[in-house]
């Protein structure tokens, strides 16, 4: 079986400044991989950044990155430079060989004036 | 740019009604989901599909729900008797491959069904 959990369920932002969204997962499998989705208040989810589990190196797209600890089972997300837009509700998922994505609970992120 | 679509975009409905949800997802996508989200609870995954058949349900995907692409171009979730409980907003989503090979999952902007 495998669990997302996100322990964070609200955070708060000014903006410019730099936000990290934990999240914290287990899987049996040794081959699997890690997303995180953004679901704006229109509630259509899409997807931020995605992590391949066999990689090091952490992935990056523009001011979002994360910070993969394959020993800890953390995945954490960073959000450099926060904008307005980036209010959202994130999730954490993960995916193993099965078709189906695995979703943590959520953190909603305020991003303030 | 390709998009999945949901109708209806709200459904009220009375305990034991049968509801269908409909969801056209992206054109050359392969497989097709479902998932719930209960309000203030994380999502859950109810169904997968692929090669017009169900390839994997969760345990909340029981005998009360369908699924069928009946046009090769709708997917639909059918709801046989509703409970208060399936009270949710309802998820649909598609993608080219699995997701460990296709990236992402493309998702709709929900349905949400009140089951009063």
């Known amino acids: 079986a495998q669990t997302v959990t996100q322990s964070q369920p609200e955070m708060s932002v000014q903006e410019a400044e730099t936000v990290t969204l934990s999240c914290t997962y287990d899987?049996?499998?040794?081959?699997?991989?890690l997303f995180w989705y953004k679901q704006p208040p229109s509630r259509q989810m899409i997807l931020v950044i995605r992590q391949e589990a066999y990689k090091q190196q952490n992935a990056t797209e523009n001011r979002f990155s994360v910070n993969f600890q394959k020993a800890a089972k953390s995945f954490s997300l960073k959000i450099s430079d926060s904008q307005l837009g980036d209010a959202a509700m994130y999730f954490c998922?993960?995916?193993?060989?099965?078709?189906?994505?695995?979703f943590g609970t959520g953190t909603r992120l305020q991003v303030t004036l | 740019e390709p998009e999945v679509t949901q109708t209806p975009s709200h459904q009220v409905t009375q305990m034991g009604q049968e509801v269908i949800l409909r969801c056209v997802p992206i054109?050359?996508?392969?497989?097709f989901y479902w998932y719930r989200q209960i309000l203030g609870q994380k999502v859950e995954f109810l169904v997968s599909f692929y090669n017009n058949e169900i390839s994997e349900k969760s345990e909340i995907f029981d005998d009360q729900f369908s699924v069928e692409r009946p046009d090769g171009s709708n997917f639909t979730l059918k709801i046989r008797s509703t409970k208060l409980e399936d009270s949710a907003m309802y998820f649909c989503?598609?993608?080219?491959?699995?997701?460990?090979?296709?990236?992402?999952?493309?998702f709709g902007e929900g349905s949400r069904l009140t089951v009063l």
């Open positions: 998922a993960l995916t193993g060989t099965a078709s189906k994505l695995t």
């Open positions: 989503a598609s993608t080219r491959g699995r997701p460990s090979i296709a990236g992402e999952l493309f």
């Open positions: 899987t049996s499998e040794s081959d699997y991989y």
């Open positions: 054109s050359n996508h392969l497989y």
